[in-house]
């Protein structure tokens, strides 16, 4: 029953992912009407649509990095295409379907088991990961707020009218992290969490990186928009930020109209709602629905390929 149950569950695993997909798609297209759809994605050029393409593919190959890095922290030898599948595997469908240490971490435990990681080996990868997810963040986000300020729409209710303040308290984080790791050799733990030590130089790479990582999937989106732009990327990319905070903190899977409302909100007048429509759809299909659709495929093809290696050899 066992074994029967061990088969199973992957191939469960892979229909449940692309039923989770659809199901976002059909709630993104629901709230508006088909003819704005249409409109306002064949208003698009195509030069940008495959600009943005290849942002995405840039940005894709840049996450690949993220897992590279935390094997070499932990002195593991792993070929580079391995660690790249678990990487773009474990970001293409945590950003769609959400739930990253959910989501992501089942991925990589499930590949990184079968070549025989330990799971506290593990476990430090998935810290290593999603640690630097947030490294990256308050690295851009604190360096945009405090130096291009950004008035709060009040409709947004919160409690501040300008995210200078919340960029000054990011950098402090960044610097405070710099420091633990150029001065000290213990490891830093928060509350549950433990965090190995890790030396200023690959501190700086990783947050290099990771701040990369914000910096072309904010492009993605910003050559999708209506032209004129209105604002310049370093502006906008304090707006996109803001609303990928907003996504992350409401739990919604992928930030999933959250993130659009943000930026809906930030970005008009200037440019009016219904000429944004598009574009953020036309942002969902190619930075999420596609690279998570090409990797549930990618999933089940391995997961085949496994069971059918499987069946030969109890045969």
């Not at 940008?48 to 894709?60: D, G, K, R, S």
Request: hydrophobic share 50%.
């Amino acid at each position: 029953m066992s074994q029967r149950l061990s088969r199973i569950a992957p191939i469960f695993f892979s229909v449940l992912l692309f039923g989770l997909s659809i199901w976002a798609i059909a709630s993104e297209l629901r709230k508006y009407r088909w003819q704005d759809v249409v409109n306002s994605l064949t208003a698009i050029p195509n030069q940008y649509i495959l600009l943005a393409l290849a942002f995405t593919l840039l940005n894709y190959l840049l996450l690949t990095g993220y897992d590279t890095l935390a094997v070499r922290h932990l002195r593991q030898t792993l070929p580079y295409r391995k660690t790249a599948l678990v990487a773009i595997l474990s970001y293409a469908i945590s950003n769609s379907v959400g739930f990253a240490l959910l989501s992501g971490s089942a991925i990589r435990y499930k590949f990184y088991s079968a070549w025989g990681f330990s799971a506290a080996k593990i476990a430090q990868i998935i810290t290593f990961c999603n640690l630097s997810f947030w490294l990256g963040l308050l690295a851009v986000g604190g360096t945009v707020f405090a130096f291009t300020p950004l008035a709060i729409s009040q409709q947004l209710n919160l409690p501040f009218l300008s995210v200078r303040p919340l960029g000054f308290i990011f950098l402090v984080i960044i610097i405070a992290y710099l420091l633990w790791s150029g001065l000290s050799q213990k490891p830093l733990k928060i509350r549950n969490w433990v965090f190995t030590h890790l030396s200023l130089k690959f501190s700086l790479a990783q947050i290099a990186l990771t701040s990369a990582d914000w910096i072309l999937a904010s492009a993605v989106l910003y050559v999708l928009l209506p032209t004129p732009k209105h604002f310049s990327f370093f502006s906008f990319f304090g707006i996109y930020l803001l609303a990928q905070i907003a996504g992350i903190i409401s739990n919604v899977p992928g930030g999933l109209g959250v993130f659009e409302t943000v930026l809906i909100l930030l970005l008009s007048p200037p440019i009016p709602s219904s000429q944004l429509i598009g574009s953020l759809l036309a942002y969902r299909g190619i930075y999420y629905f596609l690279p998570l659709g090409c990797s549930v495929l990618v999933l089940g093809g391995y997961e085949l390929r496994q069971r059918m290696s499987r069946s030969k050899t109890t045969t």
